[in-house]
């Protein structure tokens, strides 16, 4: 269900091809808040974590709608949380 949150976000915000103005902190804050993190954290750590394909179709979503965002997604969870 939250993956179809995500989905539905990056559809209204991302869609418009020729969009090129940076992001503002308020989008990003507004994205951030429907976790798309927490697929990187292990459910035992209260996260959502539950096989590797988890967060990969969270990255892969998120690419397909910005891959500036997809990027940043895809490096900054296995680097800095999938450790835990």
């Known amino acids: 269900m939250a993956k179809t ?19 503002g902190e308020e989008l990003l804050r507004d994205f951030l808040q429907l976790g798309p993190l927490h697929y990187f954290i292990p459910t035992s750590l209260g996260g959502r974590l539950e096989r590797v394909e988890s967060y990969l179709e969270v990255v892969e979503t998120t690419s397909y709608y910005s891959v500036p965002l997809g990027l940043t997604l895809g490096i900054s969870g296995p680097l800095f949380l999938q450790p835990m």
């Open 5 to 23: 949150k995500i989905e539905e976000f990056l559809k209204s915000h991302f869609s418009a091809v020729d969009r090129q103005e940076p992001y």
